[in-house]
């Protein structure tokens, strides 16, 4: 079991949370492994990750030099674990790491894929967005449905695990290095024939989001939703296999 941890200036959080991660993932799993995705971080992520490594030796750093993007760290760490089923999930650990059992139940049950939501029914959200975030993220589900894909109702949760070999085959095909890889990967995984699991999780908002939005980053995240239409030829919205 490999649990990747993307990290851009997480040096508190990671201090604050690997350690209950560790303990979640040894209470239940004989094998397994932390990979902290160091995605450039001007601060101590690094560090903490080496100290962390040294009271649980089953942590570890991927390391890059430059910042890419949440897409390119989360695919960096991905490819780099070990385990048969990987997975996904935020520092701020807005999602529990126990919702992750969820997702690994669905992949026990013949799933390849299985992703985190906040918008199906059993999902428990507290502390919800503003409502200016939450309209610009309404706003932006449905310009991923009529560009992207259908039959998902959220692509955006930061909890999310497949396979590893749906995660060998998918994410080289990732073109897309930012905070909505996450679509791209998911219209991958519709054309590469993997059902994917839409799970209700407990999540809850963080105010000290690493990825801030405003009308600038919305236009350049609505130019990436156009760009990943474009970069995977899509004439129209792929339907998920569900």
């Known amino acids: 079991m490999s649990v990747v941890i993307p990290a851009f200036n997480e040096e508190a959080r990671l201090r604050k949370h690997v350690p209950g991660i560790a303990a979640h993932l040894a209470a239940r799993h004989p094998e397994w492994e932390v990979v902290v995705s160091n995605d450039g971080s001007r601060d101590g992520t690094a560090r903490a990750v080496e100290d962390l490594a040294k009271a649980y030796p089953r942590v570890r750093l991927v390391d890059s030099p430059r910042n890419r993007g949440k897409g390119g760290a989360v695919k960096a760490g991905m490819l780099a674990a070990r385990g048969r089923r990987v997975l996904f999930t935020d520092a701020d650990q807005s999602s529990p790491i126990g919702e992750g059992d ?7 049950a013949g799933y390849d894929i299985a992703i985190g939501s906040r918008k199906v029914p059993g999902a428990e959200v507290e502390h919800p967005q503003a409502w200016h975030r939450a309209l610009a993220g309404s706003l932006f589900g449905v310009g991923i449905r009529v560009l992207c894909i259908r039959g998902i109702r959220d692509t955006q949760c930061g909890l999310k695990a497949m396979t590893r070999e749906a995660a060998a085959k998918v994410l080289p095909q990732v073109t897309s290095d930012t905070a909505i890889f996450d679509v791209e990967m998911l219209v ?6 993997y059902r994917i699991a839409e799970v209700p999780v407990q999540w809850a908002h963080d105010p000290d989001t690493r990825i801030p939005y405003d009308a600038r980053a919305a236009l350049r995240v609505w130019a990436e939703l156009f760009r990943i239409r474009r970069a995977q030829h899509l004439r129209g919205p792929v339907k998920a296999k569900t």
Do not use: D, M, N, P
């Open 188 to 193: 991958v995984a519709t054309r590469e024939g």
């Open 102 to 108: 969820k997702l690994l139940a669905r992949l026990e």
